[in-house]
């Protein structure tokens, strides 16, 4: 009993340095970017020493994979609970509401993940990764879309629902490289919200049902 015991506080200990690590990486990336941050600068602003490090993490590598990993799954997450809070049918306006919410999180995580965009167009490894990503996203929202069908009407120049969603993340890609530059999130947020109810409805925020 006493092992386990001292095996289960371990456990959670190391959850939690495994975690306060990837906290503090998050800003020390954010502020500096990846390539240009060491092992030391990482343990030093979560505390811990470079055993700590090395027991959760092989390199900075496999750290800010998992850390990507970790804030896009969320983000993953995030959007098809926001897409979910409607009936069969789909309030595109209060949506894109609720999805632009959540995409833009905040312009620290929008730095971190357009490193690991230029971290993974090097190493076909992690393009993969993100690809995988991307391609879960996308499925979330042409999943939505399609449950809407025959109540929510899509307009035809986009095609499918496959279609709609490669261009509802086209245009949070587009909105957020401006915003990468203007520091503008409030700006950014609401050209996100005009842009995508512009792309799913016939542009004036009321779903156009004229197309059933």
Not at 191 to 212: E, M, R, V
Request: proline residues 2%; hydrophobic residues 45%; aromatic residues 6%.
């Amino acid at each position: 009993m006493a092992v386990e015991g001292t095996t289960g506080r371990v456990t959670r200990r190391r959850v939690r340095t495994r975690a306060n690590l990837l906290d503090a990486a998050f800003s020390v990336f954010a502020a500096k970017g990846f390539g240009h941050v060491s092992i030391e600068e990482v343990c030093e602003a979560a505390g811990y020493s470079r055993g700590a490090f090395y027991s959760n993490f092989s390199s900075l590598d496999e750290l800010f994979f998992a850390l990507y990993q970790e804030r896009a799954d969320l983000i993953a997450e995030q959007v098809s609970g926001a897409l979910a809070l409607d009936g069969p049918g789909l309030d595109v306006p209060a949506a894109v509401d609720r999805v632009t919410d959540v995409l833009l999180l905040d312009r620290d995580w929008l730095l971190v993940k357009t490193d690991f965009l230029v971290h993974a167009a090097r190493d076909p490894e992690v393009a993969r990764s993100l690809l995988e990503h991307r391609a879960r996203l996308r499925q979330a929202i042409a999943d939505r879309l399609a449950r809407a069908r025959g109540h929510t009407a899509l307009p035809a120049v986009l095609g499918d629902t496959d279609g709609a969603a490669h261009a509802v993340v086209a245009a949070y890609d587009g909105v957020t490289a401006q915003l990468l530059l203007d520091r503008d999130v409030e700006h950014a947020r609401a050209w996100l919200k005009q842009l995508l109810t512009a792309l799913l409805t016939d542009g004036s925020g009321t779903p156009d049902h004229s197309q059933n």
